[in-house]
């Protein structure tokens, strides 16, 4: 197993509304979820999961209600709305022009400047 | 994210505490077993499994923080912090608090009662359908005009929508339990539309109901429904007899509905207006004329229209056209009230902004004695910003503490304005706390608790932590700044409340002037009372001389009158008319240039009951019979301007000289002294007094259209002793001839007066409240400033006297800081006065805004209360003595 990262500050919102967009999570699944596909290589701080959906879902991003887990037993599961929807969107955006920008600046070469 | 979903979620948060935390702790827990299950399916003895499950999650604690501080419960919590912090600060100084509360609640009260009476009775519209397209007609801007105009005003206009007209009427009310004489208008069968008021009941007059004959329907007030009859659901088809005469009710109109707005404003009948033969006449002016201006048609328009149509009447009809004024109604009602209202307005604002001086330096003064505190929260990692808002909750729970007490205040003092307000404000009864005056109130206890409360903050937060918690250290720079901006509240209260002082020392001049205005009769010890005969046997043509002269000499004969008599309109109270006459002799004047007298009637011992002298020549006199000659007495205004350098006495004068052929002349038998007639403070009309017993019109025997106008009289007796304890005895002696006589307007002279100057009255008194509050606040406020720095100073007070200053130094010392605080206050207060008592020049008489008299003796009196107010800590810090001081830490 690879050495696993660390999370960037302020990609945990983005990471956590990309994990419900696919379907509604209880919290432990949204950070499985998250683990899964990044192969385990991401660290998450459980406890950093909870603020973060507190406040996603006070911004009216994400949206809970009270369900059965696999194992019967009372869970929150969360879900992305509309206007969480729009903002992964124009989050992942970002993110990629982002990395696509440094990447470029870490790329050149003494000839480029 | 919007708004609303911040809000909703808060809200939640707020409402669901308890839910939250629960939610939080299944949520948390919930993760965690799932953890350890996995954990122990993978081989981890279970107890292990759940160990590394929890550490793994990290701290519990700090994680429902987090979660706390995300939908931003924690805010909320710091407020609450900070309030029951501000309670514990409260209740540690109570005596302070105590202070401040009522100073707050004065302010505050006093703001939002003054408010909501400019409310109601200038802000609002007024209260008919789309009321700002509606204006009035009148000549001049205020007289009544002629049924003529009116016909072709309406009927050649094409700027307003519709176009109504109203005369005054005030028949008795019989058969009715007790008669009662009432306030009515006849009004033109569109009237009502053109207010566009539906009734409560019934309906309003219809097309053709304005013709003689159909004329016999009436619409009644509310009030009078309920007062009269009882509220009853049927009055609908009823009859109603009003002089005698029977009136079908039509309709009653709903509470509140008043009409018309600035003049006979206690109407409570409206009858259709019949015109009949007056629709040739343009002489007779006794018609207001409202009207709705059409849709999309400006007031300029309207003017123009008018000014055209009047124009061209003047041309065909000379002296009948001229000054012919379209006026919006709000204006012409409101219009009067405006400026006293907003100048007291504007004045309680001073009040609160001296109000919020005061608190201000007051709670400088605790902040200076809490450095400690705010120093120990520093040190222990409060930011600023934390330390500010603690302050800010702390005044804001002030202010709003205040605003409740200032709400019930205003409660109380909203309805004590009502009572002490003069008659002529108009809509004074629709004052009241309402809606609009609790936002006022909530905005006002809002911007004044940040108003005082800011600066205190600001300056209390911002210390130097190492120097304050050093033990015994003394910040002096920091003391000197405080000291400048509490000099500098103090210099702004005195600056306010010497303008406050100076407008309250005006409106006293004011009063003053008015006081010293001779009426030209004597009113005190007269009482008066109007006895209608309309609707009893005695209005009977043949009967009324009789009964009048029976019912003076039954008066007469009554303990405790001295002298009575009786005239048709009581001056200062009754109605006013004008009416033109010819001389005998003189050519005939052009149309509209004749000459022309207030017109009024009176009876033998009216002269003598007012105690208006005759100047020269004599009374009328019971020989002044029917058959006798026709006599007059004018006043000397009226000799003056008709017969300059002339001696009128035996000229002859007629008012019906139309009549080419048998005029009635009038000879002239005696010139009165001037007599106030409307207005109390305008120089007297010309003014003619007919003998009432031997004038058609008066005794009802004319059969004029004047006739059904006069048929009662105004007694007016002298007494000996208290006007008003004669009163009852006079309606007795009228009643004891017939019980259907309607006795209404019982006064005494005084009272007339003082209605009469009701309104400086009322200003003087508010001025003067407002301006003594004001006075109150800034001598504390000076005295304040002044005890707590020569309490600064006792160290320093020491070391002078030790170095050889004597106690007149000290004293000295102390009260000049005092004087220069109040000498800046006062320059800035009569440069502030000089710019802003002009203002008042409408509520003045009898004194210049800018009166030197009075601002000299305002800004020294005021100095020397300040001079007082320095002296008393002056005088203790000059008995310091120098080797306390110099100890004194």
């Known amino acids: ?42 660290e998450i701080q459980q406890g950093s999961l909870y603020p973060a959906l507190y406040r996603l879902e006070h911004h009216g991003w994400i949206t809970s209600e009270w369900g059965e887990s696999d194992n019967k037993r009372r869970a929150r599961y969360y879900r992305l709305t509309p206007a969480g929807k729009r903002r992964l969107q124009s989050e992942a955006e970002r993110w990629n022009q982002m990395t696509s920008v440094i990447a470029g600046i870490l790329r050149a070469t003494p000839e480029e400047l | 994210m919007s708004l609303w979903a911040r809000f909703r979620s808060w809200t939640a948060a707020m409402l669901r505490r308890g839910r939250m935390e629960q939610d939080m702790d299944v949520e948390i827990s919930f993760h965690i077993e799932v953890h350890a299950s996995e954990l122990a399916s993978r081989g981890v003895p279970r107890r292990e499994a759940l160990r590394q499950a929890r550490l793994e999650f990290g701290g519990i604690e700090a994680t429902k923080q987090e979660c706390r501080d995300a939908v931003g419960v924690t805010f909320l919590e710091t407020l609450m912090q900070d309030v029951r912090h501000g309670v514990r600060a409260m209740l540690r ?31 609002r519209p007024l209260a008919y359908r789309d009321s700002g397209r509606l204006v009035t007609i009148l000549m001049d801007g205020q007289s009544p005009v002629s049924v003529a105009n009116y016909i072709d005003w309406r009927d050649q206009s094409r700027c307003f929508a519709a176009m109504g007209a109203a005369d005054y009427w005030s028949p008795n009310l019989t058969g009715v339990d007790s008669p009662e004489h009432i306030t009515g208008l006849k009004v033109t069968e569109n009237l009502f539309p053109v207010l566009g008021v539906d009734p409560l009941l019934g309906r309003w007059f219809v097309e053709g109901e304005d013709k003689v004959g159909a004329d016999r329907e009436g619409i009644l007030s509310y009030q009078l429904w309920q007062r009269r009859f009882s509220s009853d659901p049927t009055i609908l088809g009823k009859t109603i007899l009003l002089d005698g005469n029977a009136y079908s009710v039509v309709g009653v109109m709903p509470q509140g509905f008043q009409f018309a707005p600035f003049w006979a404003t206690k109407a409570e009948l409206w009858v259709p207006n019949a015109f009949g033969e007056r629709i040739h006449n343009r002489g007779g002016n006794s018609l207001r004329i409202f009207a709705r201006l059409n849709e999309g048609v400006s007031l300029a328009q309207a003017r123009a229209e008018i000014a055209a149509i009047t124009a061209r009447l003047e041309r065909q009809y000379p002296g009948t056209n001229r000054d012919v004024v379209v006026t919006p109604l709000k204006e012409k009602v409101v219009g009067p009230i405006e400026t006293p209202l907003l100048v007291l307005l504007g004045a309680v604002a001073f009040v609160l902004l001296i ?67 003069p008659s002529n404000i108009p809509r004074v009864q629709t004052v009241s706390i309402d809606l609009r005056a609790a936002v006022f109130l909530v905005l006002a206890t809002i911007l004044t608790s940040v108003g005082f409360g800011l600066a205190p903050a600001l300056q209390a937060s911002a210390i130097n932590v190492n ?63 109007v006895v209608s005969v309309a609707g009893s046997q005695e209005a009977d043509p043949g009967r009324r001389l009789i009964f009048y002269q029976q019912l003076l000499e039954r008066v007469r004969a009554l303990p405790g009158v001295q002298a009575a008599g009786a005239i048709n309109h009581l001056p200062l109270a009754g109605d006013l008319w004008g009416w033109t006459f010819a001389i005998e002799g003189r050519p005939k004047s052009r149309p509209g240039e004749s000459p022309s007298a207030v017109y009024r009637m009176v009876t033998p011992g009216y002269f003598a009951a007012m105690r208006l002298p005759i100047i020269r020549g004599r009374d009328v006199s019971n020989d002044d019979g029917v058959t006798a000659p026709g006599v007059v007495i004018i006043n000397e205004r009226a000799a003056n301007a008709y017969w300059p350098g002339e001696d009128p006495i035996g000229k002859r004068i007629s008012f019906d000289d139309d009549k080419a052929d048998s005029p009635t002349w009038l000879t002239i038998i005696g010139i009165a002294k001037n007599a106030k007639q409307g207005d109390w403070t305008a120089t007297p009309d010309p003014e003619v007094y007919l003998a009432a017993l031997q004038n058609h019109d008066f005794l009802g025997d004319s059969g004029s259209d004047i006739a059904s106008h006069v048929a009662y009289i105004t007694l007016v007796a002298r007494t000996v002793g208290d006007p008003a304890a004669v ?6 002696a009228a009643w004891s001839f017939d ?103 409408k509520l003045l008489f009898g004194v210049q805004p800018t009166d030197p008299a009075t601002f000299l003796a305002v800004a020294s009196g005021l100095g020397l209360v300040a001079l007082l107010a320095c002296y008393i800590p002056a005088r203790r810090a000059m008995r310091i003595d120098p080797m306390v001081a110099l100890r004194y830490e």
């Open chain 2, 355 to 421: 109000t919020c001086a005061n608190v201000a330096h007051m709670l400088l003064a605790r902040a200076a004695t809490r450095q400690k505190e705010v120093a120990v929260r520093a040190a222990l990692g409060a930011r600023r910003g934390r330390i500010v808002r603690q302050f800010l909750a702390e005044s804001l729970l002030l202010g709003s503490l205040g605003g409740v007490a200032g709400l019930g205040l205003a409660l109380i003092a909203t309805r004590a304005l009502i009572a002490i307000s």
């Open chain 2, 467 to 529: 120097d304050t918690l050093k033990e015994g250290g003394r910040n002096n720079s920091d003391g000197i700044r405080r000291n400048r901006l509490r000099s500098l509240l103090v210099i702004s209260e005195f600056a306010l409340a010497l303008m406050l002082l100076i407008g309250a020392g005006l409106m006293i001049r004011t009063f003053a002037s008015l006081q010293s205005v001779d009426a030209g009769f004597n009113p005190h010890n007269v009482v008066s009372m």
């Open chain 1, 1 to 42: 197993m690879e050495k696993q990262l660390e999370l960037l500050q302020g990609t945990l919102d983005m990471l956590i509304l990309k994990a419900v967009s696919l379907s509604p999570l209880h919290g432990y699944g949204i950070l499985l979820r998250i683990q899964q596909i990044s192969k385990e290589r991401l």
């Open chain 2, 727 to 732: 009163a009852p005895a006079m309606k007795q």
């Open chain 2, 739 to 841: 019980r259907n006589l309607a006795i209404a307007q019982v006064v005494t002279m005084d009272e007339v007066v003082a209605e009469t100057n009701a309104q400086p009255r009322f200003e003087m008194l508010l001025l003067t409240i407002f301006a003594a509050i004001a006075l109150v606040l800034a001598v504390v406020g000076v005295y304040g400033v002044i005890s707590y720095s020569a309490s600064q100073r006792t160290h320093e007070i020491g070391v002078r006297m030790s170095l050889g200053a004597s106690r007149g130094d000290v004293l000295l010392l102390v009260v000049r800081q005092g004087m220069w605080l109040t000498f800046a206050g006062c320059v800035a207060g009569l440069a502030g006065a000089l710019l802003l008592s002009r203002l008042m020049t």
């Open chain 2, 93 to 123: 100084t109570p005596v302070f608090s105590l202070t401040t509360l009522v100073v707050l609640s004065l302010g505050i009260g006093a703001n939002t009662a003054i408010f909501s009476v400019v409310d109601a009775v200038v802000l």
